[in-house]
């Protein structure tokens, strides 16, 4: 099943993949994605494109959202403080949740903004090892838990995990993360544009507990990590405490 539902949701990134670059980019072995294909295309969630031997999601997929609310009151009250930080800095923002093995956006104004390569709209997928909000969930959440999801990671059995599960089990990899209260990734490839934006994270926090994260992505050209994070990195915090606060004003309301 994890297999499969990485293969689904590669598809759905990619909106058209050929069968090499959907068992690439699902880190599934080719045989086994070909299998996997067959049988999504069996059910309907995805289609053959007619004129050529690429695969993209069919609408179907979309049932398997029905009866999820997902964070509705996090989106709802961090909108504001999104569009306010995507004025204020040009970039384009996100709010991301964890769900599975991946981080899922919520929330974003790439729609707001010249800055930016493609538009990411809610349900957008990204493996939660290989993006700065899933860096910063995993290092604010529970040891316990964290450990049970790196668990699962491990089971998958993906070449370009076991790095950063290394560092995160055996390095201080989340300490860091941490203490210093965010997390980067440069020239992040699980996106419309491989390679061509790098990102920093924020952990929010619901009621003590880390709920999602807020991210910035900027061009990896145009500025370099170490200026983005002068720049960038208080904003996103003031803008997460703010979003915090007023999560925890609702809770005390209710």
């Not at 031997?53 to 997929?61: D, E, I, V």
């Amino acid at each position: 099943m994890s297999r499969g539902i990485a293969v689904l949701q590669a598809i759905n990134r990619g909106q058209s993949l050929s069968m090499m670059e959907i068992a690439r980019t699902s880190e599934v072995p080719y045989p086994t994605a070909c299998r996997i294909v067959q049988t999504l295309l069996h059910e309907g969630l995805i289609e053959r494109e007619p004129s050529r031997k690429r695969y993209r999601p069919t609408a179907l997929t979309q049932t398997l959202a029905h009866g999820f609310q997902g964070h509705a009151h996090l989106v709802k009250t961090a909108r504001a403080h999104l569009v306010d930080l995507t004025r204020s800095m040009g970039w384009p923002v996100s709010i991301s949740t964890h769900v599975g093995n991946s981080m899922v956006i919520r929330d974003s104004t790439h729609a707001l903004t010249a800055l930016t390569f493609s538009n990411y709209y809610p349900g957008y997928a990204l493996p939660v090892l290989e993006c700065a909000s899933g860096l910063v969930y995993l290092s604010h959440m529970p040891g316990e838990e964290r450990a049970s999801i790196l668990h699962t990671l491990k089971l998958m059995d993906r070449d370009r995990s076991r790095h950063i599960i290394h560092l995160l089990e055996h390095e201080g990899l989340a300490e860091q993360i941490r203490s210093q209260g965010y997390a980067t990734r440069g020239n992040n490839q699980f996106t419309h544009n491989p390679g061509k934006t790098s990102s920093i994270a924020v952990p929010l926090f619901d009621e003590g507990r880390v709920a999602g994260a807020l991210t910035l992505a900027f061009f990896a050209a145009a500025t370099k990590m170490d200026n983005a994070v002068q720049q960038f990195v208080e904003p996103l915090r003031a803008a997460a405490r703010a979003i915090s606060d007023d999560l925890a004003r609702l809770d005390k309301a209710a």
